[in-house]
């Protein structure tokens, strides 16, 4: 069989990197391998741009920060420098030779996008640390663009949608099977299950964030098509690893977005009227608005803390306001964001800068015994909240209108494939329940500027985008 002069190219670069790789570890010199890395990945970028591009699904779970090893700076390798480069590579394409749709630019995801990155700029300007919020906007921008913008032209074809969420969801497995071994070492213990899953993840919250995110997806890929016997025993085995890596996260969070998740679906599923969701909503928020003092003194009944093996008893503790100090720190943090937004309501204190500006809002009350005077903890545990406290109202509900565009283009889309097209329907359900896990999560806790949340999160709202202009252009050349 005659080898493609391609193929040929392809392997001999390989080999060729392989040999210099080889020579540099018998010198001891660890650190330089990752230059004959960095030339076959820009091979990669410019001749098989797209498997790159798809290859950066595989790589986000399993991406650790350099910073644990060099001691320098944060940055997840190999997945953001990758997105820094591909967003750099496929502008300058598009400038040479544009290739993407003018459609997308009207599109409601998209549109909304803008308006929040337009916004992030705007307060970057006005932050107490400008530096810190243009290097937030930039890490942004490395997600946005390749994923979201650019996404948009590979997710066109079917193939990339499913290859995208197999590459992903394998990766996490891998990351899953790894931390349940780790963690089986110390008998499943509750403590050493906070940090496990070092070094592809921070810690537990996070883990237990994407492990949730992907179970709706791995259903999704087991009934989308009627598959060969090998292939369900495959997606039969991966549920079964993300279910036992879901329940050994102790990450009552990620527990708690999976029944919304089933929630949302049943309701999507059923079709129930938007406006009667909207009228149950109001009415529930004005019942706790008016009930208040009621339901703080139920809370503050609660006494269950999460050390005890008991599942249910778990969940009860993720009510507990009283004893449980992570739920305490979590209401500091909070309290801390409302005050910081009620000092700087319209540009906040700037895009990143929750973690430097938050101590002087902690009140005496509200300080745990993982609190720190030095308000060197992090984040405001909520997308929400963090936005709010960052960027001002309009930073809030540039980042709702995000969530709003979302769910309403992935509903519409939904019902528009008929009830025949059962592929389109299960994979769009799927990413909107996955979706919902991340969402409903993101009320406590961010990770939408890490590579973990964001790839995924971009790479679906990039699949809506791409499946709504396929569908108008077929109508549009098609019309009944």
């Not at 650190?31 to 595989?58: C, D, H, N, R, S």
């Not at 499943?188 to 537990?204: A, L, Q, S, T």
């Not at 700037?350 to 809002?361: L, Q």
């Not at 995000?402 to 025949?420: A, C, D, Q, W």
């Amino acid at each position: 069989m005659r080898i493609s002069q391609q193929a040929f190219n392809l392997v001999f670069v390989a080999l060729l990197l392989a040999t210099l790789s080889g020579f540099l570890i018998w010198k001891d010199l660890y650190i330089l391998t990752l230059f004959p890395l960095g030339l076959m990945l820009v091979y990669f970028a410019l001749y098989q741009t797209e498997k790159i591009f798809l290859a950066i699904a595989f790589f986000t779970p399993l991406s650790f920060n350099i910073e644990e090893i060099s001691r320098s700076f944060g940055l997840f390798i190999p997945s953001e420098p990758l997105l820094f480069g591909l967003m750099l590579l496929f502008t300058a394409m598009e400038i040479k030779s544009p290739f993407l749709s003018t459609k997308i630019w009207k599109h409601p995801i998209v549109l909304a996008v803008l308006f929040y990155v337009f916004w992030v700029f705007l307060t970057a300007i006005t932050s107490s640390h400008p530096l810190v919020s243009f290097k937030f906007l930039i890490s942004k921008l490395w997600f946005i663009v390749p994923v979201l913008i650019f996404g948009t032209h590979f997710f066109k074809k079917d193939i990339n949608k499913i290859a995208f969420f197999w590459l992903f969801i394998s990766a996490v497995c891998i990351t899953i099977i790894y931390t349940l071994i780790q963690h089986a070492s110390y008998n499943f213990g509750e403590k050493e299950g906070h940090w496990v899953m070092y070094p592809f993840f921070k810690d537990h919250t996070i883990y237990g964030a994407i492990v949730a995110l992907v179970l709706p997806l791995a259903f999704m890929l087991y009934f989308y098509k009627k598959h060969s016997l090998l292939v369900q025993s495959v997606l039969i085995l991966i549920v079964t690893v993300i279910l036992i890596g879901l329940f050994f996260s102790y990450t009552r969070a990620a527990w708690l977005s999976i029944v919304i998740a089933i929630a949302v679906g049943t309701l999507i599923y059923y079709r129930v009227n938007f406006k009667f969701l909207v009228g149950i909503g109001i009415f529930g928020l004005g019942i706790l608005f008016f009930q208040w003092d009621k339901v703080e003194m139920e809370l503050a009944r609660n006494k269950y803390e999460h050390t005890t093996e008991s599942f249910d008893e778990r969940l009860q503790s993720a009510a507990n306001v009283t004893t449980d100090a992570s739920n305490l720190e979590r209401i500091n943090r909070w309290s801390c964001a409302l005050a910081m937004f009620k000092e700087r309501p319209v540009f906040g204190y700037g895009p990143g800068t929750y973690a430097f500006e938050y101590a002087p809002f902690q009140e005496p009350e509200n300080l745990t015994i993982i609190s720190t005077n030095f308000g060197d903890m992090g984040n405001a545990h909520s997308e929400y909240l963090g936005s709010l406290s960052e960027m001002g109202f309009i930073g809030l509900l540039a980042f709702l209108g995000i969530l709003v565009s979302i769910f309403y283009s992935g509903i519409t889309l939904y019902y528009r494939f008929s009830k025949t097209d059962k592929k389109n329907r299960v994979l769009v359900l799927g990413m909107l329940l996955a979706l919902t896990t991340y969402f409903s999560h993101a009320f406590l806790n961010n990770f939408l500027d890490t590579d973990k949340a964001a790839v995924p999160i971009w790479g679906m709202c990039a699949m809506l985008v791409a499946w709504k202009i396929q569908l108008d252009e077929e109508l549009s050349s098609n019309p009944k």
